[in-house]
């Protein structure tokens, strides 16, 4: 074979062997940059999970925060208006019997709101508060009655558990403090031991 057709041959496999070696390379790199904006979308789509994960957890303790706190305070606001009606005392249909019942029944819609937010042991503290502030209104209604006069057994009964089911309450008020503290302090991440 003369010079030139080998020097034409080996010109002809080179030029080939350089367009698959491009073409190699090429695919490699395309195949290394898919790789590389896969792997970006997928800490991307993990970022934007764990920030919703983490603003979902927020909203959670801010309603919780506010339900708790409701709670607290309309307590707080039904022993008031029950102490000013045992204080003044009055007929059933007076204005302050209102005002207690009302603060009471504010309660009891407290407490249930607890539920839909939880967890389960401060929903059942909250609960418990509802039952009892029941048991406190019943029994103060009693007492308003025997000491209006009235000498009904069973109403002097249910007078003589007032003071009881009063500290019953401040009981399950402390259990609802307990749990919703509980809830919150929970979250919050420990220092490492050492």
């Known amino acids: 074979m003369d010079e030139g057709k080998a020097a034409l041959y080996a010109a002809i496999i080179g030029f080939a062997a350089a367009i698959i070696g491009a073409a190699a390379g090429g695919w490699a790199s395309w195949k290394a ?3 590389g904006a896969d792997a970006a979308v997928r800490a991307v789509v993990e970022q934007v999970h764990g920030q919703a994960r983490n603003e979902e957890t927020q909203w959670i ?3 919780r925060r506010q339900l708790y706190s409701k709670v607290v305070t309309t307590r707080t ?7 000013t009606w045992e204080d003044t005392p009055g007929p059933l249909d007076s204005p302050l019997y209102t005002d207690a019942v009302n603060a009471w029944r504010r309660l009891v819609e407290a407490c249930r709101e ?3 937010f939880g967890p389960d042991d401060v929903a059942q503290a909250a609960s418990a508060i509802g039952a ?3 048991e406190v209104m019943t029994s103060t209604i009693a007492q308003a009655g025997v000491n209006a006069g009235e000498n009904d057994p069973e109403l002097l009964g249910s007078a003589a558990t007032a003071d009881y089911w ?6 399950a008020q402390a259990n609802f403090t307990r749990a919703a503290r509980s809830t919150f302090t929970g979250d919050l991440p420990r220092p490492p031991a050492g």
């Open 114 to 116: 607890v539920e839909v």
């Open 61 to 63: 303790r801010q309603e």
């Open 33 to 35: 940059a898919r790789h």
């Open 132 to 134: 009892t502030a029941g």
């Open 166 to 171: 009063k500290g019953v309450l401040l009981i």
């Open 77 to 83: 606001d039904f022993e008031a208006a029950l102490q």
